[in-house]
């Protein structure tokens, strides 16, 4: 995420913290010096979530802001119990999902019980339910994660074969509509260099849209990167990506009407008499995998997909886990293990291979 990016998250989290309670726009002005802003803000969005329950349950009466910490003192194991339940079965929250909200609250009644403290040097709260909550058992072996992945993105041909449909193909598709084919001819480069890259590179949703043009090497084939954490990184990606990313560069300024200004790397067109060209928002960028995702006939194909898509054609042709972990920004070795399961067929090959030519 580069700097603008996170200035108008930070934004949006001072915005959010102001329907909270004052603790909890504590917490969150605490963690800033050492958690993610995306990661902040998702957090905003839980609470408000919670507090809004609370309200709506009767639990306190008059603006959610304004529940006191007495409140969350006196919540009981059952209540926090519906809560979730609510979550999972009203809102039709994943176990997942639900566990991340289990974990945003978690820390914020660990901060009121034990690292905040009153001008008379007593914890906030003396009583933290949530201790006594655990989180959901949806935990899968990696083969398991690994078979489940496995049906939703891309293997052997269809790589090219994605890639292409988006540079040429979807246009031959929707022709006889005029809406659609003018708008893909406006972000025909643009798209298929947005594809190319992440096929090629195995970048997140939020590097790619945090691009700048200066994060660019051109000579060295790679990308400058804000990785989870705030750690830059150079970040290679494959000639194929090269290719396509100066076919839109060639085209990028023209098209979407750009002065010298703007130095976001992938941009919007520009809407209406007076639209001005912007940064694409990892939601545009969803969406418009989407479409192509769906028109191709993959329509469980999403942008964490080609990730994943990259990251196994990587493993299947290099069989060097640490530079790929190095190249995904994982933090933990284990998550770039996965890959080695989705292989396991191309290493079957080999193994019937060796059989055969034993055989002869």
């Excluded at 603790?23 to 002005?29: H, K, M, P, R």
């Excluded at 970048?203 to 849209?209: A, F, I, M, Q, T």
């Excluded at 190095?326 to 933090?331: I, M």
Aim: net charge positive; charged share 30%.
């Amino acid at each position: 995420m580069n700097r603008d990016a996170q200035l108008r998250t930070y934004e949006k989290i001072e915005e959010k913290i102001r329907e909270l309670p004052w603790y909890v726009a504590e917490f969150i002005q605490k963690k800033m010096r050492t958690m993610s802003p995306a990661t902040l803000l998702n957090y905003c969005h839980d609470y408000l979530i919670f507090f809004d329950w609370l309200v709506a349950e009767g639990f306190w009466t008059g603006h959610r802001r304004d529940v006191p910490l007495e409140t969350l003192e006196k919540l009981t194991v059952p209540q926090i119990e519906d809560f979730l339940s609510y979550l999972q079965f009203r809102l039709d929250n994943t176990p997942l999902t639900v566990n991340r909200k289990i974990s945003a609250l978690k820390s914020l009644f660990h901060y009121l019980q034990n690292i905040a403290e009153t001008d008379d040097l007593e914890p906030y709260l003396t009583r933290n339910v949530m201790a006594k909550i655990e989180l959901n058992a949806v935990k899968e072996d990696q083969e398991t994660i690994a078979q489940k992945m496995a049906g939703k993105i891309l293997w052997h041909e269809e790589y090219e074969q994605f890639r292409r449909f988006v540079a040429h193909d979807y246009g031959v598709l929707v022709k006889d509509n005029k809406k659609l084919f003018n708008f893909y001819q406006r972000n025909r480069e643009r798209d298929t260099a947005i594809i190319s890259l992440i096929l090629g590179s195995g970048l997140r949703l939020s590097e790619v849209v945090g691009l700048d043009i200066d994060d660019l090497d051109l000579k060295k084939f790679s990308a400058r990167v804000i990785r989870k954490g705030n750690k830059e990184q150079y970040v290679f990606f494959s000639e194929q990506a090269l290719l396509d990313l100066k076919e839109y560069l060639a085209v990028r300024k023209q098209k979407y009407q750009l002065d010298d200004k703007t130095r976001a790397l992938f941009v919007s067109s520009p809407m209406g008499p007076k639209g001005a060209s912007r940064r694409m928002t990892p939601r545009a960028v969803e969406k418009m995998v989407e479409k192509y995702a769906k028109a191709f006939g993959k329509p469980a194909l999403s942008v964490h997909k080609l990730r994943h898509s990259f990251a196994t054609r990587y493993h299947a042709e290099n069989n060097d886990v640490p530079k790929l972990r190095r190249q995904l920004g994982h933090a933990s070795i284990q998550t770039t293990m996965i890959y080695t399961h989705l292989t396991n067929d191309e290493l079957k090959k080999a193994v019937d291979k060796m059989d055969q030519n034993k055989i002869l």
